[in-house]
């Protein structure tokens, strides 16, 4: 089983569709979550940390499900500029590395 | 600012070349990272440098071989390199878990 798992998409929605993501952890001794935005040919950004209590940011929100080993990614109102490939990345025991996920990739259409 | 810049952005070199691909940031983080992203597939860890001095090596060739000279500066020197190390090059940094990527340099080896 992989660390971290993603459904690799794509995602098929239409402008101002409601579209979540999630993403699974292997290993409970997860500390911090983390999604990432990446372009074609582009770096990966950081989009949004994942707290314990939920955080929102505009029209995204992450949620973390420690339970059930879990992130979540919604996206209200899509827009044609969220088509991206959303990475989600996991840190275990406050080191130094993130482990990614294979990314989940999202076509807004018109 | 999270500004993590990259030199060169793209880089074509022989199998028997040496080249150094170059990574800068002001942002006082102290740890900085290489990454290797292969065409649909999520950045892979190679190194981590922690206040200047290596702290993560993900087992990689020693044909890549990670210099820290200070901590704004990040290198990558590459000798003898394979066609399957062909492939974008992140930088990151940080100052916790919050990894923040460059631009990425795109190399070809041929």
């Known amino acids: 089983r992989k660390e971290v798992e993603q459904d690799p998409g794509p995602f098929n929605v239409p402008e101002g569709a409601t579209v979540a993501f999630n993403c699974t952890y292997s290993?409970?001794?997860?500390?911090?979550f983390f999604w990432y935005r990446q372009d074609c040919r582009k770096e990966p950004k950081l989009l949004m940390s994942?707290?314990?209590s939920g955080n929102e940011d505009g029209r995204f929100t992450a949620q973390l499900n420690r339970a059930s080993q879990y992130i979540s990614l919604l996206i209200r109102d899509s827009k044609l500029s969220d088509s991206a490939t959303y990475l989600c990345?996991?840190?275990?025991?406050?080191?130094?590395?993130?482990?990614f996920g294979s990314g989940t990739r999202l076509l807004v259409r018109p | 600012d999270t500004e993590v810049t990259q030199t060169p952005k793209h880089l074509v070199m022989g199998m028997t070349n040496k080249k150094s691909l170059k990574c800068e940031q002001h942002?006082?983080?102290?740890?900085m990272y290489w990454y290797k992203q292969k065409a649909k597939k999520p950045p892979e860890l190679m190194f981590v440098?922690?206040?200047?001095?290596?702290?993560i090596n993900e087992s990689v060739p020693s044909r890549f071989s990670p210099e820290c000279p200070n901590s704004s500066l990040l290198n990558l020197h590459l000798h003898a390199l394979q066609p399957e190390d062909s492939a974008l090059y992140l930088c990151?940094?940080?100052?916790?878990?919050?990894?923040?990527f460059g631009p990425g340099t795109r190399l070809t080896v041929t």
């Open positions: 990151a940094s940080s100052r916790g878990v919050e990894q923040y």
């Open positions: 440098y922690s206040y200047e001095k290596l702290s």
């Open positions: 990345a996991v840190n275990v025991d406050s080191s130094y590395k993130l482990i």
């Open positions: 994942v707290y314990s």
């Open positions: 290993n409970s001794a997860s500390q911090s």
């Open positions: 942002m006082g983080h102290r740890a």
